[in-house]
């Protein structure tokens, strides 16, 4: 009888949905990979369908997603790939969410809300996920709704590195566009060499996506302003922010973000006389019909591949950003 060949090595398996199967595929590229091929299909009625192509037992199994509209689809679906992949026995079941759905109902604003973040961890649980990864959360906090580990990766190094040769700090100004991004612009700022501004907005929370801004904190006068902020769902946040700091006596308004979310009207707005350039990544997809000419969109799968990298190979995720993460 021959005896039983135990091999140790382990082996990667990156799969994806249906959402952005572009940047899944660059990730892929980035590792020197492939996708293990998915049959996915959608119902008359609805219903998702999941199936991978090849086996995936004992495997490190990566299964990607962006969770751009319409989100809850994508988000089942995900959900049912990691069933799939539960069952057919891998040995790791990793979510990479580049944009964490539901991040912005993190905690109950007035009573009888849900916390749907939560919810969303919760659900990535029960279906079988090990573990989370997902680039600049809305709230790092966020990471103790799953209870395992959560790779929280920062698009910062990506967008800086853009910045870096464009904007002379002496005349720079970064800016929050709000209370909740003050500890991020914070470090935009350090990294940067430049003071920090602060916008106060308020939103009426009984209208969704409505802004006002009440009064800006910070040198803007004579200054270019770079907002920086996690995500652009209908631009109204950066429009009234950067109208408040034009009238403000601001020379120019850059905008850095990281999830193009570009919910109507985002990409009519952004295009407004306030606003000199829009640079944000491709954590979720653009289609060419929002794209204008003072638009830039760089490459996330770089940041993530690495990060799929440092997990599979049980090295560091916070060496990619200098011990921060
Ligand atoms: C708010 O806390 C977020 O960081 C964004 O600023 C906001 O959700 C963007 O939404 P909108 O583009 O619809 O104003």
Redesign the pocket.
Known sequence: MSAIKISGEKRLVLVSGRAHPRLAEEIARELDSELVPTENRTFANGEIYARYGDSIRGSDVFIIQSHCAPINEWLMEQLIMIDAAKRASAKRITVVAPFYPYA?QDKKGRGREPISARLVADLFKAAGAHRIMSVDL?AAQIQGFFDGPVDHLFAMPVLLEHFKTKLDPANLTVVS??M??VRVADIWSDKLGAPLAIIHKRRDPLVP?Q?SVHEIIGPVDGRICLIV??????????VRAAEALKNAGALGVVVAATHAVFSAP?TEILQSEFIDSVVVTDSLPIPPEKYWDRLTVLPIAPLIARAIHEVFDDGSVTSMFDGAA
Do not use: F
């Not at 902020?229 to 950066?238: K, N, P």
């Open positions: 912005r809305h566009p709000d909740g991004r996506n802004v902020d996690d995500l652009i769902d209908t631009g109204r946040t950066i985002a």
